[in-house]
């Protein structure tokens, strides 16, 4: 049983940084694609960024291009988000997922395991 728990959100002001942590267990963590999704209140569930297996390969959401940043270990079984330049849009649920595919096909179709998710909440 894949198991993902994210850790690292918080309250910060505009134009501040985070890093989010996910840390995963009872899988092979090098087998799968990695990334993270957001979901702000009324909203739903949308695409951030996503590192492929060995993490030579990133994606990200357009909103977040050039602000945020994902990486992986593998040795350590941890993929990060590392936050910057936040906004009060960037406000929401922070999920990491998993994918037994491609960053490809994570980003289209979701994680085949999710985390419970982090708040970030960006405010002043």
């Known amino acids: 049983q894949v198991q993902l728990i994210e850790s690292g959100g918080g309250l910060v002001q505009p134009g501040g940084s985070l890093r989010l942590s996910c840390a995963c267990s009872?899988?092979?963590?090098?087998?799968?694609?990695m990334g993270w999704f957001r979901q702000a209140p009324g909203k739903d569930r949308e695409f951030v960024a996503a590192a492929s297996k060995r993490g030579d390969i990133t994606r990200y959401a357009d909103s977040v291009k050039g602000r945020f940043t994902i990486s992986r270990d593998n040795a350590k079984n941890t993929v990060y988000l590392q936050m910057s330049s936040l906004k009060p849009e960037d406000t929401a649920v922070y999920y990491c997922?998993?994918?037994?595919?491609?960053?490809?096909?994570?980003?289209?179709?979701?994680?085949?395991?999710w985390g419970k998710g982090t708040l970030v909440n960006v405010s002043s």
């Open positions: 009872g899988g092979t963590f090098s087998s799968y694609a």
């Open positions: 997922a998993a994918k037994e595919s491609d960053s490809t096909v994570l980003r289209r179709l979701g994680g085949d395991f």
